[in-house]
């Protein structure tokens, strides 16, 4: 065989296990679990993965039967792009599903606990899926336990650090919330840099900042963040937050949650997945007042062994995309299971623009605190706020919910502007969805005009490297008349479970694909 077959050979050898690995996951299953149904050894499915195992015809359609997955096609190994007939109306009903920000969270709070962790209904997205890698890089076991997104997690009482898998942890920034956890366990300890979504320089200064009164120093060195902890220290004063962010909140929740005495975090951000975080501690043993405020007092519990079961709540983000496609296609759907508390401004500022929907009562989410209700839309049309549109902490408008106001101002009457004051080059992608056709003209790196009504027509563009922007982008192909495509959703499937899939169940006509 010339080198050059050989080249080929193992070219295609890494594509089928790449194909492999992803389906696997996509299915919720280990090494293992793949392993036993296919009658062979942990090993040789990671050989397989790897793309260091020959395979026959007969074990690639046996992998393709257990994971349900056309493997044989081999030419489909590149990136995963979307094509989108608009034009059409939505209808008929769908759930929102459950916070990925919130998962992403009780996924590192679970390093907290010594017994076992079920988590109800997780978000099954790429950003779980790469901290999952993660976890079990360093010996927790992660189990789909049912259909339902069921998550079993268990934490050994030693975790190998040295094995991580470095390539998951640097695509997802997620990963900076184990400081919290890990100072705990370790004296001593590194982490790759975290990555995740293109939004501009996001320093991560401020973590360090809320961890520090706790005893832990952080270094930067070449591809890694250096910990070192000192036992036994303990915040002499309220630990006050530079900046009300998510992460930065549960970082230092935390990191107050074994620690033990009373730790008060000032400035601490109010938000959906900061309280669910809080609910969950709770049920650790952890003593939390003041959730839903900025002012939190932990009560710390230095060992945590305990079986629990947690549901995070629903995803206000997901919640506005929902309506988004709503509004953008002039459709009548009902959105059920929005988490009401966390919507409100929203929809009040929908509804100065002339919005139109029926709002039912309210009921409990399964973690027994957030409010949930069912909304039921209507063909509305808009017209242009009277003042700018800007996010604020909750409980103002969520900052990640900002950018579908661009696709929504795209469709009223008149002119908006957007200020999108939180990230440096977040509002520059919007302009993209000038190639459908829309007028957004980027005042700065923080300000967009946005002239409407759209006439929309399809285009093909490549999705942002920003989850939120990529999302708002196939909402304005579902309104375009004609054939759009959407390049490397990579991005999209990081937040959201199956939402082309869903989306066609409501009428929109979204094909996955591959480049052959």
């Known amino acids: 065989m010339s080198d050059t077959a050989e080249i080929d050979q193992d070219d295609y050898l890494a594509r089928i296990g790449t194909l492999i690995r992803d389906a696997r996951q996509h299915r919720g299953l280990t090494q293992a679990e793949l392993a036993t149904q296919l009658a062979t050894s942990q090993s040789a499915v990671n050989r397989i ?111 190998d650090l040295n094995a991580m898998d470095a390539d998951a942890a640097r695509r997802t920034r997620s990963i900076i919330m184990f400081l919290g956890p890990l100072m705990h366990r370790y004296d001593d300890f590194e982490l790759p840099y975290a990555g995740g979504c293109d939004l501009g320089t996001r320093t991560v200064e401020p973590h360090m900042t809320a961890l520090r009164p706790f005893g832990l120093k952080v270094v930067a060195t070449e591809g890694s963040y250096h910990a070192a902890t000192a036992a036994g220290v303990v915040p002499e004063r309220p630990i006050v937050l530079t900046e009300r962010g998510d992460t930065v909140t549960e970082n230092a929740l935390l990191a107050a949650a074994r620690c033990d005495g009373v730790t008060v975090i000032r400035n601490a951000s109010p938000n959906y997945m900061v309280q669910d975080l809080c609910f969950f501690l709770v049920k650790l043993g952890v003593g939390v007042e003041g959730i839903g405020t900025t ?118 009457e008149g002119q908006t502007m957007l200020h999108d004051w939180v990230y440096e080059n977040r509002a520059i992608y919007l302009t993209e969805l000038n190639k459908l056709g829309a007028q957004v003209k980027l005042l700065d790196p923080h300000r967009v005009l946005i002239e409407g009504p759209t006439r929309w027509s399809g285009s093909e563009i490549v999705c942002p490297p920003a989850l939120r922007p990529a999302v708002v982008i196939l909402l304005a192909m579902l309104a ?37």
């Open 480 to 516: 375009a008349k004609g054939t759009s495509v959407l390049r490397s959703v990579y991005v999209i499937n990081r937040g959201y479970e199956d939402l082309a899939e869903r989306l066609n169940a409501l009428g929109a006509q979204i094909e996955t694909f591959r480049d052959i």
């Open 295 to 412: 002012t939190l007092r932990v009560t710390g519990k230095p060992v945590i062994h305990c079986d629990v079961e947690y549901a995070p709540s629903e995803d206000p983000i997901e919640a506005m995309s929902l309506i988004a496609a709503a509004i953008v296609t002039r459709s009548s759907i009902t959105v059920r299971r929005v988490p009401i508390e966390f919507m409100e401004i929203e929809l009040a500022l929908l509804e100065e623009m002339g919005f139109q929907y029926d709002r039912g009562e309210e009921y409990p989410a399964e973690n027994g605190h957030t409010r949930l209700v069912d909304i039921t839309t209507h063909e509305s049309d808009l017209h242009a706020p009277i003042d700018k549109i800007h996010p604020m902490p909750f409980p103002g408008l969520n900052i990640d919910n900002l950018p579908f106001f661009a696709v929504i101002a795209a469709t009223a």
């Open 49 to 159: 993965e790897k793309g260091l195992q020959n395979l026959t015809l007969e074990m690639l359609a046996r992998i393709g039967n257990v994971l349900n997955s056309e493997l044989v096609s081999v030419g489909t190994s590149g990136p995963s792009h979307l094509r989108v007939k608009g034009g059409t109306r939505l209808s008929g009903a769908i759930d929102v599903k459950s916070s990925k920000n919130a998962g992403v969270a009780l996924l590192c709070a679970s390093l907290l606990n010594a017994g076992t962790t079920v988590l109800r209904k997780v978000a099954r997205i790429e950003e779980v899926n790469r901290l999952l890698e993660v976890l079990e890089s360093i010996g927790v076991k992660a189990t789909w336990l049912n259909a339902e997104n069921d998550l079993e997690l268990v934490v050994p009482a030693d975790l």
